[in-house]
């Protein structure tokens, strides 16, 4: 991280678990200062006792305030834009609200990036704007296009935009994983909503390495993807109880409001001008310009002989794999520890 050395980095949601992590990984970097921006003042607090650290500043603001992320945005080299609604069920019920944040609020800290300057912004999005059923990834769909607009207005500007796209994070808050932990510690039956279902399944480090890995390598209005195993939830759910030595029986719930089946992360039109990164795939801006004629006269013939790339498609651990994986996670060795400490 020596292209750190010296720089001012801003994070949006600084609070949150992606925050957090970000900041115990580049603390000793070299960085300059890095500056926290979130509404919650009480968090805030908390991670300034913990952190202890001069060089990490707190800025209380909300993205949807344009003037709040002005201010925080002043010397910035690089922003991480992590600030989000992400919960499913409550984007749901206040669509607007998800609107307001993920699309208003985040055209507001891309058109602040650009006015200050800031050498390279990289947003956080997900799998699930991809084919979007749910207000939340409609919403982070339409934060993706707002970034590619501004990208391909902005050309070879001074602000390099990108975007980065992830499946499921493991063990992330509100999340299946901890539930079934608690079912498990409690006795109670695991509650699968439907079997067969996949999701991408990868650790909170992974996704910090793609942002790294965006900050590194992008080009003007490129998407980022981690590639990413899957697994069933009935198989996630048999390596928990296998881990944790649990006979709980398995109840089958049925599929939640507004979740699917499997997840998206890249679609063919997408894939066909991707380029292979190892671990990663780069979706180059789609910088057509706005010239009608040509979407009659020149499509993508390739786009049709390619899949998408799904969690139903990709590389499928066995429960085994899952096991290996939820054994590599430190909140998970954590909970054992405890689990068994307390048999
Ligand atoms: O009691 C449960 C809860 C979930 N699941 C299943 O477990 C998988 C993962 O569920 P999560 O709730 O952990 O994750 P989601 O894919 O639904 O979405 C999660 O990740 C999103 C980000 O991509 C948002 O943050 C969202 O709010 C968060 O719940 C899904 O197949 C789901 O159906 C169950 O089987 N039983």
Redesign the pocket.
């Known amino acids: 991280m020596q292209n750190l050395t010296g720089k001012t980095i801003l994070i949006t949601g600084g609070t949150g678990s992606f925050g957090n992590e970000l900041l115990q990984l580049v603390k000793d970097s070299g960085v300059a200062e890095v500056r926290v921006f979130s509404r919650d003042e009480l968090k805030q607090e908390q991670m300034r006792v913990r952190m202890k650290n001069p060089k990490v500043k707190f800025y209380i603001g909300d993205i949807r305030d344009r003037q709040s992320i002005d201010q925080a945005m002043a010397g910035v080299d690089l922003v991480f834009h992590a600030a989000a609604l992400?919960?499913?069920?409550s984007c749901e019920f206040f669509p607007m609200q998800a609107v307001m944040t993920n699309i208003v609020g985040s055209h507001n800290v891309i058109e602040a990036a650009i006015a200050h300057r800031v050498a390279s912004l990289v947003c956080l999005s997900?799998?699930?704007a991809v084919f979007p059923v749910n207000a939340?990834g409609m919403t982070k769909g339409l934060m993706e296009k707002v970034a590619t607009a501004a990208a391909r207005r902005l050309g070879e500007g001074d602000t390099m935009i990108s975007t980065v796209r992830y499946?499921?994070?493991m063990y992330?808050r509100?999340?299946?994983?901890p539930?079934f932990i608690e079912q498990i510690k409690q006795g109670r039956p695991l509650?699968?909503?439907?079997p067969n279902?996949?999701?991408f399944l990868l650790s909170l480090r992974s996704a910090i390495d793609l942002v790294l890995f965006a900050f590194e390598h992008a080009q003007q209005g490129d998407i980022f993807v981690r590639k990413a195993p899957a697994s069933t939830?009935a198989d996630?759910?048999q390596a928990l109880k296998n881990i944790f030595r649990s006979d709980v029986p398995i109840e089958i719930?049925g599929?939640?409001h507004a979740?699917k089946l499997f997840?998206t992360l890249a679609t063919s039109g997408e894939l066909v001008k991707s380029q292979d990164m190892g671990d990663y795939l780069r979706i180059t801006m789609d910088d057509r310009d706005l010239n009608y004629a040509k979407y009659f006269t020149e499509g993508e013939p390739e786009e049709a002989l390619v899949d998408d790339y799904t969690s139903h498609n990709t590389e499928r651990l066995s429960v085994a794999q899952v096991e290996e994986l939820l054994l590599s996670l430190p909140d998970v060795q954590r909970e054992l520890a405890n689990f068994q400490g307390a048999r």
Request: glycine share 6%; aromatic share 0%.
């Open positions: 992400k919960q499913v069920p997900t799998d699930k939340m499946g499921n994070v992330s509100g999340s299946v994983i539930l509650t699968v909503t439907d279902m996949t999701r939830v996630l759910a719930i599929t939640r979740e997840e």
